[in-house]
């Protein structure tokens, strides 16, 4: 029984009260289809609930962070119990007032592991949900005590309502990119501060490139290339708002769609290699792998992948993101797994989430 194998051990911090990977990139690599069945990181939960719009016939979702389980726990309540318009409150996507009222409504059907979490955390229900996390905290404080020192209000507005590609390029040149906003930049979300307070160091340990020029390289790429007023990921890191640019999971025309599957979908405190390890042959038709990659070594990783490929059907479809680590199918398993570079690199281009330097998107022979 997988409940014999769940992670007992304390509750750590809630990494991530997010998921800062774009569902519309997720779900056009892997072209879930009725009678699919998925496996999906946790995180967050937005993209395991993302996958159910497209009414698979099942929906896995695990995380060995008991607080990520405990996130999507608290989404699928607010979509059973609430309004849309009262989830994207809850959330913190829109104003609040009532936040506690509208967790009350919700804590019923949590288990009394997510209850027990979410009770004690009362300040971060009012805030709205989608700020508790470490990795929101981190931005948060950048909103709030670094950006205003660079960029007035009225800058930050301006840059987040877009315009034509040459508009977009001419502001970002001649307003933003500052030597002021590039040097303040590479100190907050470098390696040894993000260690610090917005990343556990532990996801640095496998990383060999400068995560600061990374990130910048990458932000200039959404601020021009990419429009911000579409932006939910950009809106939200400048004002603390998607505002009316939302990811998948919360956009008004899907919230019906994922209500109507959420019996479709499970979830399991395990690790990756848990789960696989317990997994009956030639089960999952796609993976939503977040960038679980990162974390771990080269062996590791190809272990990992021939237990993905065991528990796979053929054709079944791998998505997963690389941030600092470089991950991809090795040459030893070219007999089992093939690339899809061409339509991995459209996407990450078009990539709203553009913190990682490369998406990649495999499929089972």
Not at 14 to 39: M, S
Not at 139 to 154: K, M, S, W
Not at 266 to 290: K, Y
């Amino acid at each position: 029984m997988l409940s014999a194998l769940l992670d007992r051990t304390p509750t750590p911090a809630l990494a991530y009260a997010q998921c800062w990977e774009d569902a519309d990139v997720l779900l056009e690599a892997l072209d879930v289809q009725p009678g699919h069945c998925c496996l999906s990181i946790a995180s967050g939960g937005d993209n395991t609930l993302a996958l159910l719009a497209r009414s698979p016939q099942r929906v896995v979702a695990i995380d060995m962070n008991p607080a990520q389980i405990a996130s999507l726990e608290l989404r699928v309540a607010a979509f059973r119990a609430l309004a849309h318009h009262e989830m994207l409150e809850l959330l913190g996507s829109l104003p609040s007032r009532r936040r506690a009222a509208l967790y009350r409504r919700c804590r019923g059907p949590l288990s009394s592991d997510a209850r027990a979490f979410w009770d004690a955390r009362a300040e971060a229900i009012e805030r709205g949900v989608g700020s508790a996390g470490r990795l929101e905290q981190y931005l948060t404080l950048f909103r709030r005590r670094i950006l205003p020192a660079i960029h007035p209000r009225g800058r930050v507005e301006r840059l987040l309502r877009g315009g034509t590609r040459a508009e977009r390029e001419a502001f970002y040149a001649r307003e933003w990119d500052s030597r002021a906003w590039r040097g303040v930049f590479r100190i907050f979300f470098s390696r040894a501060v993000m260690g610090l307070a917005g990343r556990a160091r532990s996801h640095f340990r496998y990383a060999q490139q400068s995560i600061s020029t990374q990130l910048l390289a990458r932000l200039r790429h959404a601020c021009t290339a990419l429009d911000p007023a579409d932006n939910p990921y950009l809106q939200w890191i400048l004002t603390g708002r998607h505002g009316p640019a939302r990811p998948f999971a919360l956009r008004a025309e899907n919230f019906e769609r994922i209500r109507a599957n959420l019996d479709r979908l499970e979830w399991h405190c395990l690790r990756l290699e848990t789960i696989l390890a317990c997994t009956r042959p030639a089960t999952f038709d796609r993976c939503n792998l977040s960038d679980a990659f990162e974390y771990m070594d080269a062996t590791n990783y190809e272990a990992a992948l021939r237990d993905l490929l065991d528990a796979a059907r053929p054709g079944a479809r791998l998505a997963y993101w690389n941030l600092l680590v470089p991950r991809s199918r090795p040459a030893s398993l070219a007999s089992r797994l093939a690339p899809r570079p061409t339509l991995a690199a459209d996407l990450h281009a078009r990539d709203k989430a553009f913190f990682y330097r490369g998406f990649v998107l495999e499929e089972a022979l």
